[in-house]
């Protein structure tokens, strides 16, 4: 399956953004998918993730209730909403597809990565 991520970009603290991941290859269905971030220097950290049809969700502690991930099998996407931007969350954000059936948290369960999209939050 290949992943391309969209949506990200310069924006200020307290801004919405979301994040599409669009997948081809393969039914979307098939997999859990899963959002990560990654900063200079630092290793990639998991965020969020959806089972296969949407049925549980697992978030880092870190973004709870400001970062929302869902999923449209029809149209082969995935979202992440994020609200209330923080200068914190500025990263590059990767979009994952795992073939587990729940919603894994780890980047050694995800084998299809895209090639992420940029979020900058200034303050």
């Known amino acids: 399956v290949q992943l391309v991520e969209s949506g990200g970009g310069l924006v200020q603290t307290g801004d919405s953004l979301r994040l599409s991941c669009v997948a081809s290859?393969?039914?979307?269905?098939?997999?859990?998918m899963g959002w990560f971030r990654q900063v200079p220097g630092k290793e990639r950290e998991f965020v969020a993730s959806?089972?296969?049809?949407?049925?549980?969700?697992s978030y880092a502690d870190s973004v709870k209730g400001r970062f929302t991930i869902s999923r449209d099998n029809a149209k082969t996407t995935v979202y992440l909403q994020i609200d209330s931007l923080k200068p914190e969350d500025t990263a590059v954000y990767y979009c994952a597809a795992s073939l587990s059936s729940i919603a894994v948290t780890t980047t050694r369960s995800y084998s299809y990565w895209g090639q992420g999209t940029k979020v900058t939050v200034s303050s």
């Open positions: 290859g393969r039914r979307i269905g098939d997999y859990t």
């Open positions: 959806i089972s296969r049809y949407g049925s549980s969700t």
